[in-house]
């Protein structure tokens, strides 16, 4: 039987950044500034697009291999302070407002689920006026493991009061892809990042 056959769909859990706003940009604004701050040398927007769908920290040792654990962690601690400064060069991806309105009228739960820190990701949220749609935000440090994982899908339907089983998982990577499919949950992918539409459907999304 096809995945998506005969399913009761509950909650939706949405990936932030590709998926709801175009961040790109302030990702890679901020971990510049960052770096340059702490007197390693920055990064080029490219090594940005490749880590997209992954965490700051592969971000940053993709721009300086040799950092220790305590160097990363203070570079995670300065880029969560200052990420908010370059919310300027983030924007919503079109028509999410529109669909997430709808969705809420159906009375379906839904979940963000992301490799950002908490805090920022409800600051960025509310920025753009949308956190109120959402019951529930999962972010880095709420899970021990990171997609492609599933713990932070069944962490976020623990939060929802659901199953796993009964929600779909929305995203633009082949990342968000494979997490949904190892929680049971059904898929949708979405082209709205920056990653490859062939890398994300070689994961064969159910939608």
């Known amino acids: 039987m096809d995945r ?3 399913r009761s769909v509950k909650g939706i859990v949405f990936d932030l950044d590709g998926t709801l706003v ?6 890679w604004r901020a ?17 940005v697009v490749e880590a997209m769908g992954k965490t700051i920290f592969d971000l940053f040792l993709r721009a300086e291999p040799g950092l220790s654990p305590e160097e ?6 300065d880029y969560r302070r200052v990420y908010m400064d370059f919310i300027a060069h983030t924007r919503l991806i079109p028509k999410v407002k529109e669909t997430l309105v709808v969705l809420r009228s159906r009375n379906l739960k839904m979940a963000v ?7 920022n990701a409800e600051k960025i949220l509310s920025f753009f006026g949308i956190r109120d749609f959402f019951d529930l935000v999962v972010g880095f440090e709420d899970v021990k493991e990171h997609k492609p994982s599933m ?9 929802l009061g659901l199953r796993a089983s009964e929600l779909v998982v929305v995203g ?7 997490a949904g499919r190892e929680a049971g949950a059904l898929t949708v992918a979405v082209k709205t990042g920056v990653t490859p539409l062939e890398r ?7 939608f």
């Not at 990363?72 to 601690?77: A, D, P, V």
């Not at 633009?172 to 494979?178: A, G, Q, S």
């Open 72 to 77: 990363q962690q203070k570079l995670f601690e």
């Open 113 to 119: 689920v992301t490799m950002k820190s908490r805090q």
């Open 22 to 27: 175009d961040s790109l940009d302030s990702i």
């Open 200 to 206: 994300i459907t070689s994961e064969r999304p159910d």
């Open 172 to 178: 633009d990577t082949h990342i968000d892809v494979m």
């Open 4 to 6: 998506s056959e005969r």
């Open 31 to 47: 971990t510049e500034y960052v770096l340059k701050n702490n007197g390693y040398r920055g990064v080029n927007r490219q090594d």
């Open 151 to 159: 713990e932070p899908i069944v962490k976020a339907a623990e939060g």
